[in-house]
């Protein structure tokens, strides 16, 4: 049966609130900018805004590190203007999802602070908390209680002088790991939870929800081969307790609720057998998962600055097995830019003399499948990366710590620079580019990263005025989501599998068919003949060019019911 849910149509749009615009003069986002600029979303069609975290945090990482989970940080703005925005969304027929980071708290969180006092403290048992390994001294190396390591470098373990004992954080050591095992701190989640969503919030963003269940006696990961490595990812992603947590959550905040709401889960990790478990709705888990596997194809195992550069072949397989996998149970979101990735026409399009065809041209390879889209802000308009040349460009933590990390091992400082302008979280942070004027129409004052390199040329103003405008190449492809069910849930057929540069598939709906062509190089391309036919839908060249040839970066999209 198709009687998908409302977001089975819908396209989201992300914010990151200091990187959107600015209305108070400080450098940094907020959310009188976010207000000031909702026309541009109305204009855009999206239906839902994802807005990354905008609690009170100390930022170690840029907010994802949260203090008070009720209090909108003044970096930000204040309670009653989040409503405001609630508000301005709601009346334009936008929803809004909150992003929800309960994995771990800021080190300032009071749970914690009490949590840290004493060993026999009554929120001891919130966190994880453990001896040094026996046999060796407490901050001797070696001595953390497991091997894991941080994501953003160094061991998973802090060591805590007042009461002698280790704390585990994933991130970074102001990150400290929740422990899910204790039944109060998933009330209190839960509590949080109903509370945001009774003032008319939407949903949630579940940030890193897979790593919540922990395997309880946090043991020792397979060291990898490249030696001290420990890969503690086994006892903590997709863990033993998961699903019992998530179907708890479901329970306790959204079974007796009648809204449409939406749940998107950020799972790393996650494969497709077990993100058809998540989204299964069924089980009443989670609505639709963010999935890594087309994100990690251009690394290598020594992770994201491990750079292979992609194969489409494998980028082919990845996505087909994705919606194959998810054609029948289960749902997809649809993304390939977020603050944690590298803008896209950057990473796998050109950046420089076809931005415009290979912005809209995988922007059509992602908006034609089956799922649900994210558009990142900035990818309306074909945004570029960072282009940074100095370390003191950049602000991420992850980016920071491995320049020292890979310093500290003898990388070279060009290497080491080379990686971050191509991988670098900060590549997806540099402000939101509206006009031709000073800081792209962001701030008045210095923003709190700098402005990327294309930020002259490449902003709304331009992009919107020019004859070839990214911006209404999307306004196109959300529209055609909004009026065609095939777009949205159509079957999915991969054609042209071994094709080194052409991604072509199909879509099929009762008796309509659509035909995607997209040329994924620099260079013409010739077109095999059984894909010629069929009634021109949309495409990102001004002409429709002839049809046994796909120009540089082509994307076309054909009827052929
Ligand atoms: O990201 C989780 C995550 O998987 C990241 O470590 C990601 O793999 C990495 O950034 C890619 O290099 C979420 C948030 O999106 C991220 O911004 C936070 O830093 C992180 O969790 C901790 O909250």
């Known amino acids: 049966p198709n009687h998908f849910p409302w977001w089975a149509d819908a396209v989201v749009y992300q914010i990151y609130p200091r990187s959107f615009a600015d209305s108070t003069g400080d450098g940094v986002g907020d959310i009188g900018g976010i207000i000031q600029h909702l026309d541009h979303l109305v204009d855009l069609g999206v239906d839902v805004v994802w807005l990354s975290p905008v609690h009170q945090s100390p930022q170690f990482d840029n907010g994802y590190d949260i203090s008070d989970y009720r209090r909108i940080d003044e970096l930000f703005g204040t309670n009653e203007q989040y409503e405001e925005l609630l508000g301005g969304l709601h009346e334009r027929g936008i929803k809004l999802i909150m992003d929800l980071v309960v994995n771990h708290t800021s080190t300032e969180y009071p749970g914690f602070v009490e949590s840290r006092s004493s060993r026999t403290s009554p929120r001891r048992d919130s966190y994880w908390w453990r001896d040094p390994r ?105 863990g033993p307790r998961i699903h ?66 992609l194969s489409l072949a494998d980028l082919k397989t ?150 070839k405008s990214v911006f209404r190449y999307y306004q196109a492809l959300i529209r055609l989501r909004h009026e065609s069910k095939l777009v949205s849930l159509g079957e999915f057929h991969l054609l042209e599998p071994e094709h080194p540069v052409l991604f072509a598939f199909k879509r099929t709906y009762g008796d309509h068919a659509l035909l995607v062509l997209g040329n994924v190089s620099g260079e013409d391309l010739e077109v095999p003949s059984d894909l010629e036919s069929g009634e021109l839908v949309l495409g990102n060249y001004a002409d429709a060019g002839e049809r046994s040839l796909l120009r540089p970066w082509e994307a076309r999209i054909l009827d052929i019911s």
């Open 134 to 238: 026996p046999g060796f001294a407490p901050g001797e190396p070696g001595a953390e209680p497991n091997n894991w390591r941080s994501f953003f470098g160094g061991s998973a373990w802090t060591f805590d002088e007042a009461t002698g004992q280790y704390y585990l954080h994933l991130f970074t050591p102001q990150q400290p790991d929740l422990n899910w095992e204790t039944p109060r701190v998933r009330e209190r989640v839960y509590e949080m939870m109903n509370w945001w969503l009774d003032k008319g919030v939407d949903g949630f963003r579940m940030d890193v929800i897979n790593f919540i269940s922990k395997d309880p006696t946090l043991p020792d990961g397979v060291a990898e081969a490249s030696g001290a490595w420990g890969d503690g990812s086994p006892h903590f992603v997709n």
């Open 244 to 309: 019992e947590f998530l179907q708890e959550m479901h329970r306790r905040v959204f079974a007796e609720r009648s809204g449409d709401y939406l749940t998107v889960g950020e799972t790393p990790g996650v494969t497709v057998e077990q993100a058809r478990l998540y989204t299964d709705r069924r089980r009443q888990e989670l609505d639709m998962v963010f999935q890594f596997e087309h994100v990690n194809l251009d690394q290598g195992p020594g992770g994201k600055f491990d750079y292979r550069g």
């Open 318 to 467: 990845s996505w087909n097995r994705w919606q194959r996998g998810l054609g029948e149970t289960g749902w997809n979101s649809l993304y390939l830019s977020n603050h944690d990735q590298p803008r896209i026409v950057s990473r796998f399009g050109d950046e420089t003399r076809y931005r415009y065809e290979s912005a809209t041209m995988w922007a059509t390879l992602l908006h034609l499948q089956r799922g649900t889209p994210y558009v990142y802000q900035g990818e309306e308009i074909g945004m570029t990366g960072a282009g940074f040349t100095s370390i003191d460009q950049y602000r991420d933590v992850e980016s920071l710590n491995y320049y020292d990390e890979a310093l500290e091992q003898g990388i070279n400082r060009t290497a080491v620079l080379e990686s971050l302008r191509r991988m670098s979280r900060d590549n997806a942070r540099t402000p939101m580019q509206w006009t031709a004027g000073p800081n792209a129409g962001f701030s008045e004052n210095t923003p709190w990263i700098p402005m990327g390199a294309s930020h002259p040329e490449v902003n709304v103003d331009a992009d919107r005025a020019a004859e």
